[in-house]
């Protein structure tokens, strides 16, 4: 079935730059999505990037997709405390409209 | 103000007690969804709602039952909570069409079954 990992933990320094990956399974996605939880508070949509790209930028944000290794990383530019959250990878499923498949999170602490 | 709002926001209940967990959007959206968050496992779906009156299983369905009976609304019911219960919930919804699906998340309800 559809599958998308990410590590569950990353620790920059603040000034530092990010990266967070992810791997997905389900070649047919339209597009793939990052989700940002800050504490106590529910999902907000981050960015997100259509499956024919290579790579988004958006201010401090670069994500980057290579299709053939079904991969998918967010890089954080300059990371700040307020940075500081749970992030999410998603994959949209072919022909199941509004349907996405979550990876586990991963858990971004930056330190001052 | 555009959102979804789920209640209780906190509950704390005992083994057998069925309760309901609301959520409610204003967005006109189609599809809604609920989901558990468990520390190392992420978001599961639970149930989700193509439109009214058309739910299908998620993910974790056991345990659980949902109804869509106005397109706003999509409560989520436990008939006989158990302890394996004890999670953070979260309601979504987004339009079924016009990708991409930005999935608009309510505050979470935070569940301890004791």
């Known amino acids: 079935g559809e599958d998308v990992e990410q590590s569950l933990f990353l620790s920059v320094r603040e000034g530092d730059s990010s990266v967070i990956n992810c791997t997905y399974t389900d070649s047919s996605s339209t597009y793939l999505y990052w989700y940002k939880q800050e504490p106590g508070a529910g999902l907000q949509l981050l960015t997100y990037i259509f499956s024919n790209m290579d790579m988004k930028q958006d201010q401090r944000l670069t994500v980057l997709l290579n299709k053939k290794d079904k991969h998918l990383s967010l890089r954080i530019a300059d990371t700040q405390t307020g940075d500081s959250a749970i992030y999410f990878c998603a994959e949209d499923l072919y022909n199941q409209g509004g349907k996405l498949i979550f990876g586990q999170g991963t858990e971004l602490s930056v330190k001052p | 103000e555009a959102q979804v709002t789920q209640n209780p926001r906190y509950l704390i209940t005992v083994t057998g007690k069925k309760l309901t967990v609301t959520c409610s959007q204003n967005?006109?959206?189609?599809?809604m969804s609920w989901y558990r968050q468990d520390p190392g496992l992420g978001l599961r779906q639970i149930y989700y709602?193509?439109?009214?009156?058309?739910?299908d299983k998620g993910d974790v369905p056991e345990g659980y039952k949902v109804s869509r009976k106005e397109k706003r609304n999509f409560p989520l019911i436990l008939e006989s909570p158990s302890p394996n219960q004890t999670s953070l919930y979260f309601c979504a919804s987004s339009p079924d069409r016009g990708e991409p699906y930005e999935q608009y998340f309510g505050p979470g309800t935070r569940l301890t079954v004791t």
């Open positions: 709602s193509m439109n009214v009156e058309v739910t």
């Open positions: 967005m006109n959206h189609e599809y």
